[in-house]
């Protein structure tokens, strides 16, 4: 059996499990539809492309018309067939990587594999790294993964869990000694399953909202997180013990999950401060009943008997009864687990679906004893599970303690009472808005009159004052009062839930030193920023700053040097252990200047900003902004890691993980251990990678060539983008952009403000709408014309690139993406989409452009890398894509069709809600096998 065999029957099973039930679920007829439609989606892949661009090929001509024949009552069936079908070939594959994977552990033996743990250590012992360098190394370094909700993730809660199902009978289907009656058992499961999802709508019939999207964040740590995390930290222990045998390892809490469901209110009008309070309380609810499971099965282990055990004196004295118990251990739980129902009910005294669980005897007899004290913070909670932990290390049960006591307590130092830190984000407008009326309040005059200068020293007076600005009791109006509410919400939460809760308030589109001092001000109103007698002060608060434009990159070292100066923000890095984060934005630095140019502009910004750290003692935390699609800075997390400049690697890392990347990673419990530990093994090499005075040097040359490159590429892009006027219109008619705008996927509104502009179109749809019409342009558009102008002048800078490509990280990650988009955007599909602009002629001449730098990206590219295809080197990826297409293909034919349907609808003023949802089912399915979308 070849090593894909196991997949393509796997498909080859899901694939006539669907036919069948499409057949009973709507009749043969629809099922003979399907089947035409695919056989002429593969004759259409097989003949030869058109060479004109814009003008449609025969074999397109001849698949739009049988597109066009498909009756109107089986339109909707045949679309959700295809897309459905993704679905399935998306738990198949996801299942084959943990197969693939599997077989080559078995395959190596005792050989160390590729980005893992193990030979992350190797490397450093090989480079000479000593136990204590690796203790101190993991003492700075960390990777914090932060969930994120955005409008391109459209599978629903109840869906996830069928596929979740789906996905673990695939697996039982390897076991070798089923029998027949139990593999037709499993058949008949995975039928079930199929019916069951093709009785459900992929797509909402109201907008999602925050609590919506908080629920969806908190099911992959509450199935998949909460017990792959704390493995992941275990495992590191153990290979460190193998690698360096003479010391003891206790790893820090080395990777964290965070979100911003709930927190992110940039933008998005229904993140109230009240929605963030009830975010918290979800969280909250769910570690506590986590907590409650992981302590009834401890309780059942721990029946270690004094008589025969022993406990120590101190575990004894904490139970606090007159006649120890004979089985301590489970008397000690009982205490904790009522100490855990006290903690629940400081947040639900009496509210209905909050109450106590039943007790059992014995938590009867420990109730009458004593009344439970609640937990004032997961530290207490830790410092009981460490009493047992230590007694029973000190009565011979070590190997209790490995498997039953220590994942626990790793789970409450990962996960305390907050589940996930939640980060809280606005807009810098906002701010400025709320400060400018509580210096009018305060009488202290025009703020938004005032100068960049004058801000800031006003600002800075101000905050130097111990005193509050303005009375608790001032009317406000209401967005000021709101703005000010998120902050004492803030303080609030952090004394229920624990400090950890929420860390970091950032800005977005932070501009200057006042945007941060401004949130500084409105944090010291909430008691979050406040002086002690002695000068010194208490900061319970990150400011992060966000800077993502092009022009933001350019200017943020300036900002963070005036800031890093400023007398009262040196007293809040002082509190804050002297760490500074900063975001990142990927989005709409791509969006205003291109592939290239935003890769390299927070490639030195990231350079430029560390320098001055270093220059002021100040650590860098980089916030990494980054989305699933890859013109928002998609692709592998490892290889995202590693191409950052080696210097930004030796602190904490931070980035997001939007869309349906989330599920992609970590919707399957050996998927997540892989992401997680290949994202440690990345961390860990990064940081080992100290370039030499010659590295540097070459960098240094290199770096003066993709400049050069760079500002080709985004002249180039600029030029075509926002230089002809008829690209907002071609972009407006060719892709989905409106129609993606009513898809219930998320929360937020798809526009910042109501205006037609592509500068206030928010990057994600913007991304997702050239991915529904497979052009793909912000991915790879101006990277062609830059190469292409270079080599004309200097054809012999070909090798310079091709050793970039072999020997520089950050270059062959912005290749390897660059191969990925260019593999998924379609220049045979893409001029179905032409039809739809209705200035023909203006359709025609745009796409004429775009497939030009498309064909001439790809030559360079494929000069770059010496191969003679993209994705040469990546099979398994290629395979995966070629093997979609004539699937994708057809949903892409009836989009186009059902766009031009609806809009000559609306344009008629029709009803339109009936084609309005096949089109989202359309959009529904190429997202499910496009995939990087989000």
Same mark, same amino acid.
């Given at each position: ?33 399907? !089947? ?15 060479? $004109? ?32 079908? %993704? ?20 395959? #190596? ?40 909700? &955005? ?24 076991d070798p000694l089923l029998t027949p009656r139990e593999l037709r058992q499993l058949e008949k499961s995975l039928r079930a399953q199929?019916? *069951? ?79 963030? @309070? ?25 029946? #270690? ?24 251990? =489970? ?6 687990? =009522? ?10 005294? $009496? ?65 305390? %009472? ?8 606005? &807009? ?8 400018? !009326? ?15 200068? !004058? ?35 803030? =303080? ?7 400090? $950890? ?27 979050? @920023? ?46 804050? *252990? ?27 910004? /990231?350079?430029?900003?560390? /320098? ?10 980089? @916030? ?6 890859? *013109? ?11 191409? /950052? ?113 592509? /500068? ?21 558009? *101006? ?15 070909? #090798? ?10 950050? %270059? ?8 990925? $988009? ?41 000069d770059i890398i010496e191969r003679d295809d993209v994705l040469a080197d990546f099979r398994v990826i290629r395979e995966s894509i ?48 496009? =995939?990087?979308?989000?």
């Amino acid at each position: 059996m070849s090593n894909e065999a196991p997949l393509h029957r796997d498909i080859r099973l899901l694939g006539n499990l669907l036919g069948e039930v499409v057949t009973q679920q709507c009749g043969q007829e629809v099922f003979d539809w399907v !089947e035409r439609i695919r056989a002429a989606a593969k004759a259409f892949r097989q003949s030869e492309p058109t060479e $004109a661009p814009g003008t449609p090929s025969s074999s397109a001509s001849a698949f739009s018309n049988l597109i066009q024949q498909v009756p109107e009552a089986h339109r909707r069936y045949v679309i959700r067939a295809f897309s459905l079908y %993704f679905e399935l070939v998306n738990i198949a594959e996801q299942n084959h990587r943990i197969r693939r994977r599997r077989e080559y552990e078995h395959a #190596q033996g005792e050989k160390v594999g590729r980005a893992t743990i193990e030979s992350a250590l190797h490397r450093l012992k090989a480079a000479g790294y000593s136990a204590d360098d690796v203790a101190n190394l993991l003492q700075h370094l960390g990777l914090e993964l932060i969930l994120t909700a &955005h409008p391109t993730e459209a599978t629903r809660r109840t869906v996830l869990d069928k596929h979740q199902e789906i996905a673990f009978i695939l697996q039982k289907l390897d076991d070798p000694l089923l029998t027949p009656r139990e593999l037709r058992q499993l058949e008949k499961s995975l039928r079930a399953q199929i019916v *069951g999802l093709w009785q459900t709508s992929p797509v909402r019939k109201q907008r999602i909202t925050v609590l919506d999207e908080v629920r969806n964040g908190l099911y992959f740590l509450d199935q998949i997180l909460f017990d792959v995390l704390p493995y992941v930290h275990m495992q590191l222990e153990e290979q460190l013990a193998e690698h360096y045998p003479d010391r003891s390892w206790r790893v820090p809490s080395f990777i964290r999950f965070g979100s911003w469901m709930g927190g992110d209110r940039d933008g998005n009008p229904f993140v109230t401060a009240d929605i963030t @309070f009830q975010t918290l309380i979800l969280h909250f609810d769910l570690a506590m009943r986590k907590y409650e499971e992981r302590l009834t099965r401890l309780g059942r282990e721990l029946s #270690q008997s004094l008589e025969l055990t022993g406990a120590s004196p101190e575990l004894l004295a904490s139970l606090n009864v007159a006649n120890p118990p004979d089985e301590p251990y =489970r008397e000690k739980v009982v205490q904790i687990q =009522r100490r855990l129902e006290a903690t629940k009910a400081r947040f639900h005294p $009496a509210s209905p679906g909050h109450a106590q669980t039943a007790l059992s005897p014995r938590q009867e007899s420990a109730t009458r004893t004593q009344d439970a004290e609640p937990y004032r913070s997961p530290d207490e909670f830790l410092a009981d599970l460490r009493l047992m932990e230590s007694s029973l290390l000190a009565h011979r049960g070590e190997d209790i303690v490995a498997v039953h006591v220590r994942p626990l307590i790793r789970q409450v130092e990962l996960f305390g %009472f907050h589940m996930a830190t939640l980060d809280i984000r606005q &807009h810098s407008e906002v701010h400025e808005n709320a400060v400018h !009326e509580l210096f009018q309040v305060a009488h202290l005059g025009d703020y938004k009159g005032l100068s960049e200068t !004058e801000k800031v020293e006003k600002l800075t007076r101000v905050l130097a004052d111990a005193r509050p600005l303005i009375s608790p009791y001032q009317d406000l109006t209401e967005a000021t009062a709101e703005t000010l509410k998120v902050f004492h919400v803030v =303080r609030q939460a952090k004394e229920l839930f624990g400090e $950890a809760c929420i860390q970091d308030y950032l800005i977005s589109m932070a501009a200057d030193v006042s945007d941060l001092l401004e949130v500084l001000l409105l944090a010291k109103e909430a008691g979050l @920023f406040r002086w002690k007698p002695d000068g010194s002060v208490v900061s319970q608060l990150n400011v992060v700053p966000l800077f993502e434009t092009i022009e933001d990159l350019r200017v943020a070292s300036g900002i963070v040097e005036r800031l890093f100066t400023n007398p009262v923000y040196q007293k809040q890095l002082q509190a804050r *252990g002297g760490e500074q984060e900063i975001m990142l934005g990927y989005s709409d630095s791509n969006k205003d200047g291109g592939y290239l140019t935003s890769n390299w502009e927070l490639y030195k910004s /990231q350079k430029a900003l560390l /320098q001055i750290a270093a220059a002021h003692d100040i650590r860098l935390k980089f @916030f990494h902004g980054r989305g699933g699609a890859l *013109g928002r800075g998609g692709g592998p997390l490892e290889r995202s890691i590693l191409a /950052q400049p080696p210097e930004a690697l030796r602190g904490k890392v931070k980035i997001t993980e939007q869309g349906e990347i989330i599920s992609q990673r970590y919707g399957h419990p050996d998927i997540a251990r892989r992401s997680l530990e290949a994202a440690v093994s990345s961390i860990l090499v990064g940081a080992a990678n100290v370039q030499t005075e010659a590295m540097q040097a070459t960098e240094r040359e290199w770096s003066a060539f993709v400049e050069g490159l760079s500002e080709a590429s985004r002249q180039a892009y600029v030029r075509f983008v926002y230089g002809q006027p008829e690209f907002l219109t071609y972009f407006q008619q060719a892709t989905p952009i409106e129609e993606i705008g009513r898809l219930n996927i998320g929360s937020r509104p798809s526009k910042r403000k109501s205006s037609a502009r592509i /500068q206030d179109l928010r990057a994600i749809p913007w991304v997702f709408s050239w991915t529904q019409n497979r052009h793909l342009l912000p991915a790879w558009y *101006g990277f062609g014309t830059a190469v292409a102008g270079a080599l004309k002048d200097h054809p012999e800078s070909i #090798q310079t690139l091709r050793r970039m490509y072999r020997n520089w990280p950050f %270059f062959k990650a912005l290749i390897d993406n660059l191969q990925m $988009a260019l593999a998924k955007a379609d220049m045979r599909i893409a001029p179905q989409y032409v039809h739809l602009v209705e200035d023909q002629e203006v359709g025609r001449r745009i796409f004429a452009g775009i497939r030009e730098e498309y064909e001439r990206t790809r030559k360079v590219v494929l000069d770059i890398i010496e191969r003679d295809d993209v994705l040469a080197d990546f099979r398994v990826i290629r395979e995966s894509i070629n093997l979609r297409n004539p699937y994708v293909d057809p949903l892409s034919f009836f989009q186009v069709l059902l766009l031009r349907e609806l809009r000559q609808q609306r344009a008629r003023g029709e009803d339109a809600s009936e084609l309005e949802r096949e089109v989202l089912f359309t959009i529904n399915g190429i997202a499910s096998g496009l =995939r990087n979308t989000g």
